[in-house]
């Protein structure tokens, strides 16, 4: 199965659970079915701009590619700051 | 006493006895949220707050249990084909006692949203989303912000809500449809300094024992009503230093006391004079009088629109929390000042309840 890790803000949401392991058939797919789906995916179903998706540690903009049963999927919050 | 603080790094609780003097900061929670407004339901006790991340969106987070357990609103947004996109939540509102469940979340962009499920699933009220004046609402400099929410304690029928930039309205029908109530309200800013609508409103209140008396926090100076917000007579001047200010706070014993904290204007965003300084009407506006116990007398510090609450007693209890992270109570209408807690994030909100 493949493998979804949190970071540390979405884990809370999702009661704690840091690591989701499932199949699907597209990366999308795999994210749309994680319980803070509506944290990553706006109320149109796009993707929220500074959420970014790392299949395999390489970074992905287009969520519909297949998702390998052994692929791991990181979710990484923009990097940004110095504002407060 | 329980003081809800929502800040720009999650949600503190300050826990107190009914003297109003001390109190224990228990938090954070919600860490990694921004928190507009948190209230706590007096029908249940469940704890709402309008949470905002900068990067996964605005949401309703609630507690059933003081903080420790939280769930997220799990539909939110506008569903409907359109171009509109939730930007933040602002200010939840509890129904009343005689409609279990029911929630109003004021959001950006000019959005009233209805729960009748406690909070799980919002629906975005169409009378305020299409508005027939919707074209000449324009965002002010936290967005186009629906943050005040006040339900008539006499007529269930009777809401009202106010926008920045939009101004006023009154709901006559439970909230379906609005009307602008902003008759002798100032825009300014505006070619047409007395529109219908676009009034920079920055927080309304609606008096809890004469309904019919409101006050209004403006851009272009601070407000009452005495007539459901039919007509509005102008209150700047006669002591105040200054019209421009965000926080609002009134005495449920007596609807001719009012607290402003005045800030030197929209270009510089500190409170007048160099001082934390809390201004006191008690003659319905009239005239204002500076509240100097205890507070800092040399300070340029910022009370956010949601930053001031008060309590029921007599004399009443008056809070408000400052951009620079203290917590500031008065337990006896205003005359002494005591820091509850200090050091904490920029503070975006502060609501009371009396446990």
């Known amino acids: ?84 | 006493m329980l003081i809800l603080v929502g800040t720009r790094k999650g949600l503190f609780l300050l826990r107190g006895g009914d003297d109003r003097r001390s109190f224990e900061v228990d938090g954070p929670f919600l860490k990694g949220w921004d928190v507009f407004h948190a209230v706590r339901d007096p029908r249940d006790g469940t704890i709402y707050a309008a949470t905002n991340s900068w990067v996964y969106g605005g949401s309703v987070h609630r507690s059933a249990d003081l903080g420790q357990a939280w769930d997220r609103a799990e539909q939110l947004g506008f569903l409907e084909e359109g171009d509109l996109k939730l930007e933040k939540t602002w200010h939840v509102e509890p129904g009343r006692a005689d409609e279990p469940g029911r929630l109003w979340l004021g959001a950006a962009p000019g959005a009233l949203f209805r729960s009748d499920d406690g909070g799980v699933k919002w629906e975005a009220v169409t009378g305020v989303l299409e508005h027939p004046t919707r074209e000449q609402w324009q965002p002010g400099a936290g967005g186009m912000c629906l943050h005040s929410i006040q339900l008539d304690p006499t007529d269930p029928s009777r809401m009202l809500i106010a926008i920045s930039a939009a101004g006023a309205f009154r709901s006559e029908d439970g909230g379906t449809t609005f009307a602008p109530i902003n008759k002798g309200v100032a825009a300014d800013f505006a070619p047409d300094p007395f529109p219908e609508v676009g009034q920079c409103v920055h927080k309304l209140l609606q008096h809890p024992a004469r309904p019919e008396r409101l006050w209004q926090q403006n851009h272009c100076g601070v407000y009452r009503s005495d007539d459901y917000g039919d007509s509005w007579e102008r209150l700047e001047g006669n002591g105040l230093p200054s019209g421009f200010g965000f926080p609002l706070a009134v005495d449920p014993n007596n609807p001719d006391v009012a607290y402003v904290v005045p800030e030197e204007g929209a270009e510089s965003r500190v409170t007048s004079d160099g001082r934390l300084g809390v201004y006191r009407t008690a003659d319905g506006g009239a005239t204002w009088m500076l509240l100097e116990g205890g507070l800092p007398q040399e300070a340029w510090l910022a009370v956010m629109r949601e930053g001031m609450a008060f309590d029921t007693h007599d004399p009443v209890g008056v809070y408000l929390g400052t951009q620079s992270g203290s917590i500031w109570v008065t337990p006896d209408g205003g005359e002494e000042w005591l820091e509850a807690a200090r050091d904490l994030p920029p503070v975006l909100s502060v609501e009371v309840a009396e446990l």
Not at chain 1, 20 to 42: G, K, M
Not at chain 1, 44 to 73: K, Q, S
């Open chain 1, 1 to 84: 199965m493949a493998v979804v890790l949190l970071p540390s803000l979405l884990a809370a949401e999702a009661g704690g659970q840091k690591r989701f392991e499932l199949d699907a058939a597209t990366v999308r797919d795999a994210l749309r079915s994680l319980p803070i789906a509506n944290l990553i995916f706006d109320e149109a179903g796009e993707r929220r701009p500074l959420v970014n998706i790392f299949v395999n540690g390489a970074e992905t903009r287009d969520l519909d590619i297949p998702l390998a049963p052994d692929a791991e999927v990181r979710i990484v919050a923009a990097i940004a700051g110095g504002r407060r």
